[in-house]
Structure formats: C-alpha cells, structure tokens
C-alpha cells in the first residue's frame, strides 16, 4: 500500500527547533519531488518547502532562511529541519509526492501524508 507517514510533531519553545520526518513507506516515490505542506487552523493548505533530484529545493519565503528540506540518499526519507520557530509556524505538517518541483509547489500532489501537529508556543 502506497504510504507517506510523517513522523517528529510536537510542541516546542519559539526560537527552537523541530524536526519531523516523512517515510515512504512504500518506496513508490524514490524518484519524485518531495515536500512539505501546513496548514494552520482556519486557514487554507500552504506550501512550505519541496526537493527534487533534479531541480534542486525551494522554499516559501516565509521559511527561507529558517528551514532545511533535505531527503536520504536512497529517497525513501525526507526531512524537514525547523529552526527559529515561530508562533505562526504552528500547523498539521503534511507530506506531499509530486512528479515536478513545479507540480508539487503548485500543490498538484499524488499522494499525501497523513499530516503531524508542530505546535510553537510564545
């Protein structure tokens, strides 16, 4: 069964740090783009960050700076490091496979995760 599972929620201080993970369960998605969507309450889905093997990462601006998107060496892993937290980092972090770094910004995603709450309290 295809599977996205995201793993490393939790609640932190602002101005720590967080890092969850997504595990492709399985290994359907070795060779697509990667990424990671939140979405707070209330509000609508939003891109946070993708990683591609061919085009490289990219980041919305409201994380640039502040969070690292990287992915294991066989694809099956990917991880999202948060630093410098903010209250309004707090969201369900979800998982997100795509064919292109394009598509997966556009969030034109195959298949998702079924999300972690980071939480960052003031």
């Known amino acids: 069964q295809v599977q996205l599972v995201e793993s490393g929620g939790g609640l932190v201080q602002a101005g720590g740090s967080l890092r969850v993970s997504c595990a492709d369960s399985?290994?359907?998605?070795?060779?697509?783009?990667m990424g990671w969507f939140r979405q707070a309450p209330g509000k609508e889905r939003e891109f946070v960050a993708a990683?591609?093997?061919?085009?490289?990462?990219s980041y919305s601006d409201s994380v640039k700076g502040r969070f690292t998107i990287s992915r294991d060496r066989a694809g099956n892993t990917v991880y999202l490091q948060m630093n410098s937290l903010k209250p309004e980092d707090t969201a369900v972090y979800y998982c997100a496979a795509s064919l292109t770094l394009a598509t997966i910004r556009r969030a034109s995603v195959v298949s998702w995760g079924q999300g972690t709450q980071v939480t960052v309290s003031s």
């Open positions: 399985g290994r359907t998605f070795t060779n697509y783009a």
């Open positions: 990683t591609s093997w061919t085009a490289g990462t």
